[in-house]
């Protein structure tokens, strides 16, 4: 993969490539071939993106669900295949394969729906804390500084001795400005719901405060914009056989609840 390839904000990274009908090529980070496996949220954000091509354009994305297979390599770009599983008179489905290597690296259903009227009702969820503009952004996650901004809230728990672990409670938005497509905002939303882990809090004697993603679940409610500052915060639901199972929110700075998230992480215990 040439220099060229890399992408460098959120706008390149969701301007997939179109190879043939329903097959489309991602590019990766330019931080990419820093780490040792691709970002999740890249994955997930431009196979939604993948789907959304599909999909008329009053169908707006409303949830997904993807498996996390192997990891993703910066060497080569991501290869998105999507099936049109159907077409309903309110509702689309889709189910994307990420392939690299001639492998699926993240299987992912997602499904689309046209707005409809309906009564609103929002369940009691954390309340904002500390507002964006009374914290500092974090220079120490340069994974990401090409593309977004984070305003990590203070910790409540010590770090678990082996990494500083991305925090359970950020204010973040992308980096620049995003088009108005609102596509391309659940698709910046995607990418920011894979940031950290709802266990980096936690002080259970070897349990992991985080660890590869398994497998992610996520509900787009409320219209916002990812280039605004967004409140994610995560909290943990259970751990055991090496799993750990936790739940999240996004809501924008009015409060409004943009989505949910829930999921799965490996935290095997460090080895000996």
């Not at 009564?119 to 952004?137: H, K, M, R, Y």
């Not at 698709?187 to 070897?206: M, N």
């Amino acid at each position: 993969m040439t220099e060229a390839e890399r992408v460098t904000d959120m706008v390149s990274l969701l301007d997939i490539e179109i190879i043939d009908k329903d097959i489309y090529r991602g590019y990766n980070e330019k931080t990419a071939a820093e780490w040792p496996a691709l970002f999740g949220g890249q994955v997930v954000a431009q196979a939604l993106r993948a789907a959304a091509y599909t999909v008329n354009e009053e169908r707006l994305p409303h949830s997904l669900h993807g498996y996390f297979l192997r990891p993703g390599v910066a060497d080569i770009p991501v290869l998105l295949q999507v099936s049109r599983d159907r077409d309903g008179r309110s509702f689309s489905a889709r189910h994307v394969v990420a392939i690299q290597h001639g492998e699926v690296i993240f299987s992912m259903s997602a499904s689309f729906h046209v707005r409809e009227p309906g009564a609103t009702f929002v369940g009691e969820l954390p309340e904002p804390s500390i507002d964006w503009e009374d914290l500092e952004e974090a220079p120490l996650y340069n994974r990401f500084e090409a593309t977004l901004r984070i305003r990590p809230f203070p910790r409540r728990g010590p770090a678990d001795g082996v990494r500083e672990r991305f925090p359970a409670r950020v204010w973040v938005r992308v980096e620049g400005d995003l088009p108005d497509d609102p596509v391309v905002h659940a698709c910046a939303l995607a990418y920011i719901s894979d940031l950290g882990s709802g266990f980096a809090e936690t002080t259970v004697p070897g349990l992991p405060q985080g660890g590869p993603s398994i497998d992610h679940a996520l509900w787009f409610h409320d219209q916002v914009r990812a280039d605004d500052w967004l409140r994610m915060e995560m909290w943990p639901l259970k751990a055991g056989s090496a799993r750990g199972l936790y739940e999240g929110s996004v809501h924008d700075a009015r409060g409004r609840l943009a989505a949910m998230l829930t999921q799965e992480t490996l935290l095997r215990p460090p080895r000996e």
